[in-house]
């Protein structure tokens, strides 16, 4: 288990808040970062300082709110940097069909899967979705989630796509958590463009990229590279496109097949790359060369009953960034928890805890961007971090069934409700 000494930094000057002993898990550099009989500060929405107990003034000087964590864990908030929270419908029937034998792909292309939450979120008003994706982010933020990446994609024409960033946006300004929304146009094709798939990429291009800059929302843009979605030619004409617009670029790649993409995703910049069943030692190498995160996502690896496991060797052997997500969403991994997908990640993908917990943590958020404000924990980044009623940080992957959660801080400020005296 990583420590770090005692004192990280030079006692501030402004503080707001306290949260006294406590044990810290930092996660810097991707390690647990332990620090025992451990103080936090909190000046604004920032870290101001972390340190020993010992160092502390005996009464704490001013007005200042403290917080007795009585012995208990504090660990970055979880960054979820994959998610489709945002839709409606529900595709139960879909889980009994793979539980009789038929596959992802089977689904797809007797017209289920996506396309029925298509048809769904398309004839659901903002409202709506509004309201069905709220009750998902208010659970989010009850499991020590507190940075979230939601994808449109079941939209799939102009308005619908608008529709969904237009309610991530609602979302951004209703909620505590930080979130980034990025525009999956490039999804699936849809039932009105069967056969003409170069036809739909040009209105995704031409039509729905330019719109989606303009309504000022989406930050990314996200392509399905995939054998029963786009090829590598076409992710390639939109992601050039979307570089051109000024947005980041994240692909789902090799989940069912080598396409290649995350070469060329990788190539282009982009943040990172998610799935990767299939991928090859190239696109592997590729990653490393260019700083692309892996994104693995257990979940759906779990629920769609795969058997071919992510190159995790590959990763850590040319230390590629792992980061871990739920991706939500109805079809093939309705994962409301990160709990269990960290549980997942150890068991089916032979990550160590310390890792599943840098995926979730630190990892999620190089892959959003935002490693420099979010995911671990130190002076000057956000004040984002859960208190957890844990004997060690590996219990968040070890126990399944309990949220041994205690208290949510964002941006300084509490929200979730505070169990201080129990």
Request: charged share 20%.
């Amino acid at each position: 288990m990583t420590t770090v000494p005692d004192n990280i930094n030079p006692f501030p000057e402004t503080i707001d808040r306290w949260f006294t002993n406590c044990r810290v898990a930092t996660m810097a550099d991707g390690q647990y970062g332990i620090m025992e009989n451990a103080a936090l500060a909190v000046s604004g929405e920032k870290i101001a300082w972390i340190g020993s107990m010992d160092a502390l003034p005996d009464p704490l000087p001013g007005p200042v709110r403290k917080t007795d964590c009585k012995n208990r864990w504090i660990l970055p908030g979880f960054v979820d940097c994959h998610t489709h929270l945002i839709w409606a419908g529900s595709r139960t029937e879909e889980f009994e069909m793979r539980l009789a034998g038929a596959s992802y792909a089977d689904i797809a292309t007797a017209g289920g899967g996506i396309f029925s939450t298509v048809k769904a979120t398309r004839a659901a008003d903002e409202d709506t979705l509004f309201d069905l994706a709220s009750r998902r982010l208010a659970h989010f933020l009850g499991q020590g989630i507190t940075t979230v990446e939601i994808k449109s994609g079941y939209g799939l024409d102009p308005a619908s796509e608008l529709k969904m960033l237009a309610v991530a946006g609602r979302l951004k300004e209703a909620f505590p958590q930080h979130i980034e929304a990025t525009f999956l146009g490039a999804h699936a094709l849809p039932p009105e463009f069967a056969g003409r798939p170069d036809d739909y990429i040009r209105q995704v291009m031409d039509v729905m990229l330019p719109e989606v800059k303009h309504q000022g929302i989406a930050t990314a843009v996200d392509v399905f590279c995939e054998n029963i979605a786009f090829s590598r030619n076409q992710t390639r004409q939109v992601f050039e496109k979307a570089k051109d617009l000024g947005f980041a670029l994240k692909l789902h790649a090799e989940q069912l097949s080598d396409s290649s993409g995350t070469a060329l995703a990788a190539e282009m910049g982009a943040l990172s790359c998610d799935h990767l069943e299939y991928l090859s030692v190239d696109g592997a190498k590729k990653m490393a060369d260019h700083g692309t995160v892996a994104v693995l996502l257990p979940g759906a690896f779990h629920y769609l009953k795969e058997t071919r496991v992510p190159p995790v060797d590959a990763f850590r052997q040319q230390t590629i960034p792992m980061a871990v997500a739920t991706d939500l969403n109805p079809g093939s991994s309705p994962v409301f928890s990160m709990l269990p997908v960290l549980n997942m990640a150890c068991l089916l993908f032979k990550l160590t805890c310390e890792q599943a917990l840098a995926g979730a943590t630190l990892h999620g958020a190089a892959a959003l961007g935002l490693a420099d404000r979010k995911g671990s924990l130190a002076p000057g980044k956000d004040a984002d971090f859960v208190i957890w009623d844990v004997d060690t940080p590996a219990d968040l992957c070890y126990l399944t069934g309990i949220t041994p959660l205690k208290q949510v801080v964002i941006g300084g400020k509490t929200v979730s409700p505070e169990n201080e005296r129990t």
